[in-house]
C-alpha cells in the first residue's frame, strides 16, 4: 500500500499546476488513467486488511 500511496503522491505532484496538460496531453492522460487505477488498488488492498482484520 505505501508504494501505491508514493507513486499516487508522484502522479499529484507532476499534475498539480495543470502545465502538463498543455504541454503533454497524452502524458496528463496516462497520469489520470494511472492514478485512477492505484485509488482502485488502494481501495481494494483496504477492504482486504478490513476483512483481515474482522
Do not use: V
Not at 2 to 8: K, T
Not at 19 to 45: F, P, V, W
Amino acid at each position: 500500500m505505501a508504494q501505491l500511496e508514493a507513486q499516487q503522491k508522484a502522479i499529484a505532484q507532476e499534475l498539480f499546476d495543470g502545465s502538463l496538460y498543455a504541454s503533454n496531453a497524452r502524458r496528463a492522460a496516462e497520469l489520470t488513467a494511472r492514478n485512477t487505477s492505484i485509488e482502485e488498488d488502494l481501495m481494494q488492498a483496504l477492504q482486504r486488511w478490513e476483512n483481515l482484520a474482522a
